[in-house]
């Protein structure tokens, strides 16, 4: 016994390291665990569970594969393991295996709602907006019936924000409103509804829920770190203060890449988008691309949000841009990186939604 509450703190301390960003001592940290714990052990699984994360939050896809296997080969099999194996059966395209992984989910009431939200998600990302809709919809009421009503909420926020960046301002303030009045205490709803209220155009909502988070959590380091700074960056850029933006971003590494606990991916990486949007909005293409870029780059951690589909968006306005200020050489070559990019995310969203204003906006470009 005097040996046992060690035990979970190695867990805790890897979580630790997760948030703040710096997944190899969450992993290291982690792996200290698994020879202290018999294969019945509920930590066991949990630890399995983190270090797939952690792996796929490093690029890691082949490590987070044998982590999955040596957990199944072992009979520890908990479902929140196959959050991982979505996200791998995702970044191969293979649609069976997302499928098959979002029954899974739905053999628990607790968790059904799980695999509706990553399939809302992954819709959402390909620009079948539509179906994304339904599905979110399908995952709230399930949430609901299953007693998560935060983790509802919380998908309606989330839907709040692409709702926003695709181009659809009052659908995302309702959304957002919706999210706010099914958990109204939540912190972790409160977040991102301030953030989809921002991307809405709604400063006043985006404002107040803001400076109330803020006076909340004085001590909570993702939400002065990471949140916060988002939330206000966006209403800079909402106020044409785009310099004002980029300054609510500065000094954020590694803190802004940290796992965030209450979302089935591991990170939006929504500073990266924010600042991304600031530079473009400042004139600055090179240093916007390198923030859309910087979230392709972490797909281990974005996986199917909506962030992951507009970077590429991100990175060929970011490269236009550059081509109309450089001249010769490196105007063209500016100019055949915007033209990759655009192809990119029109290939992506080839059969989407006609209407999306983001793509009718894009098509034009």
């Known amino acids: 016994m005097e040996d046992y509450p060690a035990v979970p703190a190695y867990l805790n301390l890897g979580n630790v390291y997760a948030e703040l960003g710096q997944y190899g001592k969450a992993v290291e940290t982690t792996r200290q665990y698994l020879p202290l714990a018999s294969d019945k052990d509920i930590y066991r699984a949990n630890c399995y569970v983190n270090l797939a994360n952690f792996s796929l939050a490093l690029q890691r896809f082949d490590e987070a594969r044998q982590v999955i296997h040596e957990a199944q080969a072992r009979n520890i099999d908990p479902v929140l393991l196959h959050q991982s194996l979505y996200a791998l059966a995702f970044f191969a395209g293979d649609t069976t295996g997302m499928a098959a992984e979002q029954q899974r989910f739905a053999k628990r009431a607790d968790t059904e709602n799980f695999g509706l939200e990553f399939a809302s998600d992954t819709e959402a990302y390909s620009g079948h907006l539509g179906k994304a809709r339904e599905l979110t919809r399908q995952a709230v009421d399930s949430a609901i019936r299953g007693d998560a009503k935060e983790n509802g909420a919380v ?30 205490t939540s912190q972790a709803v409160e977040s991102e509804a301030a953030l989809g209220f921002a991307l809405a155009g709604d400063t006043a909502r985006a404002e107040s ?141 080839k059969d989407a939604d006609s209407e999306i204003p983001i793509l009718k906006q894009a098509r034009v470009e």
């Open 155 to 184: 998908w309606q926020a989330i839907a709040a924000q692409r709702e926003a960046a695709y181009g659809y301002a009052p659908e995302a303030r309702q959304l957002a409103a919706a999210a706010l009045k099914l958990a109204p």
């Open 209 to 349: 829920l803001a400076d109330d988070l803020g006076k909340a959590f004085p001590l909570d380091t993702q939400m002065q770190s990471i949140w916060l700074p988002a939330v206000r960056a966006q209403l800079a850029i909402d106020r044409k203060n785009p310099s004002a933006a980029i300054q609510s971003l500065q000094s954020l590494p590694p803190i802004e890449f940290g796992q965030i606990m209450f979302v089935l991916n591991v990170s939006c990486l929504y500073p990266a988008y924010v600042r991304g949007e600031a530079y473009l909005a400042d004139g600055q293409g090179s240093a916007a691309a390198a923030e859309f870029q910087k979230i392709l780059d972490h797909s281990g951690m974005v996986w199917n949000c909506w962030t992951g589909a507009l970077a590429h968006l991100g990175v060929a306005r970011a490269n236009a841009l550059e081509s109309r200020k450089l001249q010769g050489a490196e105007a063209d070559a500016a100019r055949t990186r915007a033209l990759a990019a655009y192809k990119d995310f029109l290939t992506l969203w």
